[in-house]
Nanobody, 121 residues
Framework: QVQLVESGGGLVQAGGSLRLSCAAS????????MAWYRQVPGKQRELVAV??????TNYADSVKGRFTISRDNGKNVYLQMNSLKPEDTAVYYC????????????????WGQGTRVTVSS
């Protein structure tokens, strides 16, 4: 089993900052990409930022220049969110593409339980 545990969500005023953390544990040989998604009620989950195992990053246009994704020891991923806007309000989910064994041909996507971010105007 693989567990992803997020933390760091909360209530913040517009213009403020939050740092989300996600820790992966369990049956993990390696993790390819790790990512943050977000979802608001009635809308599809959207990709916010992704970071590959070699450190390459990509961001949604709506968060470029404000959010920064990073990872350490291959199993933890972070999302530094600055200059937050009310439209950033959502439940944020951590995702990881996990290889269970050295001989695994492909990685499987796992999700965290989500952490709520609320930005007040």
């Amino acid at each position: 089993q693989v567990q992803l545990v997020e933390s760091g969500g909360g209530l913040v005023q517009a213009g403020g900052s939050l740092r989300l953390s996600c820790a992966a544990s369990g049956r993990i040989f390696s993790i390819n990409a790790m990512a943050w998604y977000r979802q608001v009620p009635g809308k599809q989950r959207e990709l916010v930022a992704v970071i590959t195992s070699d450190g390459s990053t990509n961001y949604a246009d709506s968060v470029k220049g404000r959010f920064t994704i990073s990872r350490d020891n291959g199993k933890n991923v972070y999302l530094q969110m600055n200059s937050l806007k009310p439209e950033d309000t959502a439940v944020y989910y951590c995702a990881a593409d996990v290889k269970y064994y050295s001989y695994s041909r492909s990685a499987l996507r796992h999700w965290g339980q989500g952490t709520r971010v609320t930005v007040s105007s």
